[in-house]
């Protein structure tokens, strides 16, 4: 990659897939904010494989490198055993987090530690590692580790977002996040998407100085307020089918329903034929449903615009505070969400309704119901506080613009 020239700001940008296929949609507003402020931006991706491309600013560059581990490199993490590192985070696994060290903690302590190594040399050998530029990992997974390594040695600027998996150990495979510490200890900064997440690392991460962690929500861009749609109702989701997202809740939950709804989900995954077997079974036929898939980001808010749809809901069982809710909102669409992560910063009882984390089909049915049977002027009021939460809170201009500046002056 080339060489940076004196007095360029240049910004090394870690991603998960951006711009590659569709996901990282939320990256799709940052990026803009991003390469009008740097000179020049090199986004990294871990996708090896899609050949769609979304469109980037002119002054943006792509490489690609290998996030997972093969077989081999599993088998020789074990020889990390001895490495201080490892001992380390167990230490501060067993008294900082009082837990168990299980086998399933010291496997995933292992192999992250060898990628995050892997990692570290790949990045070496790029030669990009200069005191001048800023190198961002837009999730604290074993990229952000990796530069976390790299700057106990080196003279280097490196931040990272965290969200929702990679902050609350809850949804994780062993209630457990490698080397939070050590992240927290060598970072220059950690930008939170919402303020439970930092309180979530105050409280469960056990690090000394929280001074690094600082909120800085996402946001989108503005999109069309207008009144309820007096047509058919309709609901819509917008998530991957994966476990997490709780689709399935949304399924019996319509069950239970006897007015006649719409209901477009946007999303696919893991579990869309097992989802689309049961809604064939249970659903009634007063509920008519459609998984329109994964589509690109502008098809969902071409949707939200020319469809006006009537409520928005989210049921995960964990979240950070999504993007999706961010865009349902920006177009005055009142919201369901279940209190988990940081939805409660985002939906509340004028806008929408914040239910229980882990509600029964029964009250997700029984929030539909209410709304459905409110009067026009009830659902124009959240409609409207719905439009003003994303103007507060989760308008991406001012959101980006504040995150760069702060970028740039640390």
Same mark, same amino acid.
């Given at each position: 990659?080339?060489?940076?020239?004196?007095?360029?700001?240049?910004?090394?940008?870690?991603?998960?897939?951006?711009?590659?296929?569709?996901?990282?949609?939320?990256?799709?507003?940052?990026?803009?904010?991003?390469?009008?402020?740097?000179?020049?931006?090199?986004?990294?991706?871990?996708?090896?494989?899609?050949?769609?491309?979304?469109?980037?600013?002119?002054?943006?560059?792509?490489?690609?490198?290998?996030?997972?581990?093969?077989?081999?490199?599993?088998?020789?993490?074990?020889?990390?055993?001895?490495?201080?590192?490892?001992?380390?985070?167990?230490?501060?696994?067993?008294?900082?987090?009082? $837990?168990?060290?299980?086998?399933?903690? %010291?496997?995933?302590?292992?192999? /992250?530690?060898? !990628? +995050?190594?892997? =990692? #570290?040399?790949?990045?070496?050998?790029? $030669?990009?590692?200069?005191?001048?530029? %800023?190198?961002?990992?837009?999730? /604290?997974?074993? !990229? +952000?580790?990796? =530069? #976390?390594?790299?700057?106990?040695?080196?003279?280097?600027?490196?931040?990272?977002? %965290?969200?929702?998996?990679?902050?609350?150990?809850?949804?994780?495979?062993?209630?457990?996040?490698?080397?939070?510490?050590?992240?927290?200890?060598?970072?220059?900064?950690?930008?939170?998407?919402?303020?439970?997440?930092?309180?979530?690392?105050?409280?469960?991460?056990?690090?000394?100085?929280?001074?690094?962690?600082?909120?800085?929500?996402?946001?989108?861009?503005?999109?069309?307020?207008?009144?309820?749609?007096?047509?058919?109702?309709?609901?819509?989701?917008?998530?991957?089918?994966?476990?997490?997202?709780?689709?399935?809740?949304?399924?019996?939950?319509?069950?239970?329903?006897?007015?006649?709804?719409?209901?477009?989900?946007?999303?696919?995954?893991?579990?869309?034929?097992?989802?689309?077997?049961?809604?064939?079974?249970?659903?009634?036929?007063?509920?008519?449903?459609?998984?329109?898939?994964?589509?690109?980001?502008?098809?969902?808010?071409?949707?939200?615009?020319?469809?006006?749809?009537?409520?928005?809901?989210?049921?995960?069982?964990?979240?950070?505070?999504?993007?999706?809710?961010?865009?349902?909102?920006?177009?005055?669409?009142?919201?369901?969400?279940?209190?988990?992560?940081?939805?409660?910063?985002?939906?509340?009882?004028?806008?929408?309704?914040?239910?229980?984390?882990?509600?029964?089909?029964?009250?997700?049915?029984?929030?539909?119901?209410?709304?459905?049977?409110?009067?026009?002027?009830?659902?124009?009021?959240?409609?409207?506080?719905?439009?003003?939460?994303?103007?507060?809170?989760?308008?991406?201009?001012?959101?980006?613009?504040?995150?760069?500046?702060?970028?740039?002056?640390?």
């Amino acid at each position: 990659m080339n060489n940076v020239e004196n007095n360029e700001k240049v910004l090394y940008f870690f991603t998960s897939s951006f711009p590659f296929d569709f996901d990282e949609t939320f990256i799709e507003n940052e990026i803009h904010f991003l390469s009008n402020k740097f000179n020049k931006v090199h986004i990294i991706s871990n996708n090896l494989t899609s050949i769609v491309i979304r469109d980037i600013p002119s002054n943006v560059t792509l490489k690609r490198i290998r996030y997972e581990l093969n077989n081999f490199e599993k088998l020789m993490s074990l020889f990390f055993v001895f490495n201080h590192f490892f001992w380390r985070e167990l230490l501060h696994v067993k008294l900082r987090y009082n $837990k168990k060290i299980t086998l399933g903690i %010291v496997k995933t302590a292992l192999t /992250s530690l060898f !990628n +995050a190594k892997r =990692l #570290a040399k790949e990045f070496i050998n790029l $030669k990009i590692l200069n005191n001048n530029s %800023v190198y961002y990992s837009y999730w /604290s997974n074993d !990229n +952000a580790i990796a =530069l #976390a390594l790299l700057k106990k040695k080196k003279n280097i600027k490196c931040i990272s977002r %965290v969200h929702g998996w990679d902050v609350f150990f809850g949804p994780s495979k062993y209630n457990y996040l490698p080397y939070r510490n050590l992240i927290s200890k060598n970072l220059n900064a950690i930008y939170s998407i919402s303020q439970e997440g930092i309180n979530y690392c105050h409280n469960n991460w056990k690090i000394n100085n929280n001074s690094f962690l600082k909120l800085s929500r996402l946001g989108v861009k503005k999109g069309i307020y207008n009144n309820e749609n007096v047509g058919k109702f309709l609901l819509v989701s917008c998530s991957s089918l994966i476990p997490l997202k709780r689709i399935d809740l949304l399924v019996y939950s319509l069950a239970k329903i006897k007015f006649n709804i719409k209901w477009i989900h946007f999303g696919d995954g893991e579990k869309l034929n097992e989802l689309l077997n049961l809604s064939k079974h249970i659903l009634p036929n007063n509920i008519e449903y459609e998984f329109r898939g994964r589509v690109e980001n502008q098809e969902v808010l071409d949707f939200y615009k020319n469809n006006n749809p009537s409520l928005f809901i989210n049921v995960s069982s964990s979240e950070g505070v999504p993007v999706s809710i961010m865009e349902a909102m920006s177009y005055g669409i009142p919201v369901i969400a279940s209190d988990v992560g940081g939805n409660s910063e985002i939906v509340n009882n004028d806008n929408g309704y914040l239910i229980e984390p882990n509600p029964k089909p029964k009250l997700v049915a029984e929030k539909i119901k209410e709304f459905y049977n409110s009067t026009l002027e009830i659902k124009n009021k959240k409609r409207m506080a719905a439009f003003k939460m994303w103007e507060e809170k989760f308008n991406a201009e001012k959101n980006y613009t504040s995150f760069v500046e702060d970028i740039l002056s640390l």
